[in-house]
């Protein structure tokens, strides 16, 4: 299964595929379709947590690369759709949700102790 994610995600970023191709990417069992709103956002950040251990976790060295490349492809991508601005604040809306679950993540953990 690794290697089929790697196989993919390398083939979506070097094409520089949409956000759409990359969100929707995340659960090769549980494909469903992902709106381009803001229930859309929700379902990919909750596939994202929910999915294979082999996504970049935020607050990881891994991350910083997933999120400038993600950002990148989806600027690049969004240029050419017909609502290039809402895209963007998709993207980032998902990038954000990530990285504020993993800081509750992290402060549940902290506050525990």
């Known amino acids: 299964m690794r ?8 083939r979506c970023i070097g094409l520089g595929r949409s956000m759409r191709m990359i969100s929707s ?22 596939a994202f947590w929910r999915n294979d251990p082999f996504y970049p976790r935020a607050q990881t060295d ?6 400038e490349q993600y950002l990148k492809t989806t600027q ?5 759709s017909t609502f290039p601005e809402e895209r ?8 954000g949700l990530i990285e504020g679950r993993a800081r509750d993540s ?5 506050g525990s102790q």
């Open 106 to 110: 992290c402060e549940g953990v902290l």
């Open 3 to 10: 290697e089929r994610w790697v196989k993919l995600w390398r």
């Open 88 to 95: 963007l604040v998709l993207a980032l809306l998902f990038i």
């Open 76 to 80: 690049d991508s969004a240029s050419a």
């Open 62 to 67: 891994l991350w910083a690369g997933f999120r």
């Open 25 to 46: 990417s995340f659960s090769f069992d549980c494909c469903r379709s992902m709106s381009m709103d803001l229930d859309g956002v929700q379902q990919a950040v909750t």
